[in-house]
């Protein structure tokens, strides 16, 4: 009869690790950040690499991200500045420079 306790310590350590992982698994995700900044698109322009020392933002979707810590691909004079400081959904979707795809509108152009 010596077993009986080791029994019944693995079973209720047994039980208390699946009603763990049962909490972990099911627990709800963290509620979404709210943004932490809303821009119109005249202030986001203020942000297209051009002066040094500004952030540097690229809106695709209406989500604006900071691109400064890759300057040398969005800032002035670098390959993709032209993507920056606009909501570039079209553009980045279609991955085009083209003036006319530089827009957040995806709805204007016929689709191929």
């Known amino acids: 009869m010596a077993g009986r306790p080791l029994q019944a310590a693995l079973l209720t350590a047994v039980a208390v690790l699946a009603a763990a992982e049962r909490e972990l698994r099911f627990k709800a995700p963290p509620p979404a950040e709210t943004p932490v ?3 119109t698109e005249p202030e986001l322009a203020r942000y297209d690499g051009q002066q040094e020392g ?3 933002y690229l809106a695709v979707k ?3 991200f900071d691109v ?3 300057k040398e691909f969005y800032g002035k004079g670098a390959p993709y500045n032209a993507l920056v400081g606009k909501d570039s959904t079209r553009g980045v979707a279609k991955m085009s420079l083209d003036p006319a795809d530089l827009t957040h509108d995806i709805d204007s152009q016929k689709r191929n």
Do not use: A, D, E, Y
């Open 62 to 64: 209406g989500v604006v």
């Open 54 to 56: 500004q952030p540097i």
């Open 37 to 39: 900044r809303l821009f």
């Open 68 to 70: 400064t810590s890759g």
